[in-house]
Structures are given as C-alpha cells and as structure tokens.
C-alpha cells in the first residue's frame, strides 16, 4: 500500500517534467517525441496492475479479424489466434487504479501539449487507454505475427498516442517510426503508396526505437507510419496505449465500426 501511495505521488511530477521537455516539440514539428523515462516506483506498480489484468485480456480471431472472448490462456488458443497480440480493453480497465490514475493525468497533459489543435480521448469504452500485451512468433504454441497486421506499418486511426512501455521482451519489439509525418490530408491510396515505398527501399526515412522499460514516448500516429517489430523470447512485450483524438467528438467505434473487432455490445458476430 505504501508502494502505491509512492507511486500516485510520482505521477503529477512526472507529467510536469513530461510538459516542461516537450512543449516546444509537440505540434507538428517533430513526428514523435523522445523517450521519457518513468519513475521505477511508478513503473512497477503500473507494470504489476498489467499483470493483474492479464486474464482480462481478449485475443483476436482468423475469421474478420475480430477479437473473440476466450482468453489469452485458453487452451483454443494456438488454433484460434492470428497472431501473437492480445488487449485488454478500457473497460475491462480498473476505474480506481493507477492505470487509470496515469490515463487521466497523462489526459491532462495532451490538453495543455495542444491547446490549439486539442486533445480529446475517443468517446467510446473500448478505446481510450489499452493494455497491449505481445509474444515471439510461436511461444507456448502461438502463431507468429502476419506482415501485414495491425502492428506492422501502419497510420493510426487516432490523432495522437501516448505509449508506455512497461516491460520489455527479451530481444525485437522495437517501434519502427518515420523521422518525418506525412501530410494529414493524404488519401489512404497516398499513404498505402508511401507505405509500399518505405517497405520497398527498406526505409530509407525511418528509424528504430528502442526505450527500456519504463519508457514513455508520443507519437502523432495519424501521419506518421510507424510499426511495432516482432518480439522474441520468452518476455513478453507489455505496453500502455492512451488514445487521442483532436476533436471531442472521435470514437473507434462511430468511426470504424469497432475497435479490434470489438463493441460496446460485445464482439462482432463471426
């Protein structure tokens, strides 16, 4: 308990070295922004409640690429999974936690990033703040990862994220970004034919991350293609992804119809 009550001390003054070092880079003139390093204290107890809602966590399906309701532990699993990814969604989140405690804070600090353009977290439930949980290709019977799922390249649906990385794998799960943001009025043709460029020139314009744990970065995830490489090994990669929007009004769900293949009423239909 004494942990925890350290831990919530650390999250105001971390957000204000956070705004202090960021401020001046944010809108536009940098695709992402370098990493911050986390407290210990407040990482390992952002990093414990991840594991507590492990069990929580809803894997996706071959057919539609939906997400399905068994769990990440089910023994369905090796034949039922894409690949080696699985979230737990903001709903199924702790609403008194420290996880929640940081999505706020962490709210706050986007606001006063962009007071121009804004920062808004989606409106629906599934959306705002995730916990991404990520295994090697073929760990404990888990099939690898496609090239082209979500978390190959790609442009977010969202303006911004925010991403913590609260636990490392062993080796790869590097974040692959662009060094330069792409026009945001590009069309989904303009940005599939970048897409295909980068890929084709083995990315001549972008770069790897690879922050320790415990590491906090944004990205403006709308114009920048960016790409989680595969983890290996037996850790697995867990990240917290906080979700923003410019307008007040952005929700996965009004816009794509899901988020992961997942409702508010539950997963799409098979």
């Not at 992402?32 to 414990?48: G, H, I, K, N, R």
């Not at 917290?240 to 996965?252: A, E, I, R």
Request: hydrophobic share 35%.
């Amino acid at each position: 308990m004494m942990d925890d009550k350290k831990a919530e001390a650390c999250i105001k003054p971390f957000m204000e070295r956070v705004y202090k070092d960021a401020q001046e880079s944010i809108e536009g003139r940098r695709p992402y922004l370098s990493t911050f390093l986390l407290p210990d204290v407040l990482l390992e107890a952002l990093l414990s409640e991840a594991h507590q809602l492990r069990s929580r966590a809803t894997v996706q399906r071959r057919e539609r690429n939906v997400l399905s309701t068994i769990t990440a532990t089910d023994s369905k699993l090796a034949d039922a999974v894409k690949h080696n990814l699985s979230i737990v969604t903001y709903d199924k989140v702790d609403k008194a936690g420290i996880i929640e405690m940081f999505f706020k804070e962490s709210t706050i600090l986007m606001q006063k990033l962009l007071p121009s353009s804004g920062a808004y977290p989606p409106t629906d439930a599934l959306s705002p703040a995730n916990v991404n949980y990520m295994r090697a290709a073929g760990s404990s019977g888990l099939e690898g990862r496609e090239d082209d799922d979500e978390l190959g390249d790609h442009f977010d649906g969202v303006d911004f994220v925010v991403v913590v990385l609260l636990q490392k794998s062993t080796a790869g799960g590097e974040m692959r970004v662009c060094k330069e943001n792409v026009p945001e009025n590009w069309t989904e043709d303009e940005r599939q034919a970048f897409a295909k460029q980068e890929k084709d020139e083995s990315y001549p314009n972008s770069l790897l991350l690879d922050p320790p744990s415990g590491g906090l970065y944004i990205l403006n995830g709308r114009c920048n293609m960016h790409a989680v490489l595969p983890p290996k090994g037996d850790d697995e990669r867990i990240s917290l992804v906080m979700s923003f929007y410019k307008t007040p009004d952005g929700s996965y769900e009004k816009h794509f119809g899901s988020f992961y293949g997942a409702t508010t009423k539950g997963p799409e239909e098979m």
